[in-house]
């Protein structure tokens, strides 16, 4: 029983010797700083969201599911590409609406002059 013992100790010393030889030999790379308060990680282009870009997203995980501030983050940020093109949407549908009212009358007007 003692044997075993000793042998369980000398393995734990051994396996902690060569874990600090490794770690003093290759390092534990650099520690980068941690994300100042109120910004995230996650990545979304500034404009021109694709679905690509959606579906690459990835959130950081926490006990209970995913991290809030991000998932929050994301879904600001879609929305406001959403708004931004149903804007751009609606002004070409109204350009297009008044240019067609335009050439209409136009014609209307030619005829009349007959």
């Not at 980068?32 to 996650?42: R, V």
């Amino acid at each position: 029983m003692l044997t075993v013992l000793l042998y369980l100790v000398i393995m734990a010393l051994v396996g902690g010797l060569l874990y600090l030889a490794a770690s003093m030999v290759f390092g534990r790379s650099e520690e980068l700083p941690p994300l100042p308060a109120g910004t995230t990680a996650t990545v979304l282009p500034a404009e021109g969201v694709t679905g690509a870009d959606v579906r690459g997203l990835r959130f950081q995980q926490t006990l209970r599911g995913y991290k809030a501030s991000e998932v929050d983050w994301a879904l600001d940020r879609l929305g406001r590409e959403i708004d931004s093109l149903r804007a751009q949407l609606a002004t070409r549908t109204e350009d297009e609406t008044s240019g067609g009212a335009d050439a209409s009358a136009g014609a209307d007007d030619a005829g009349a002059e007959r």
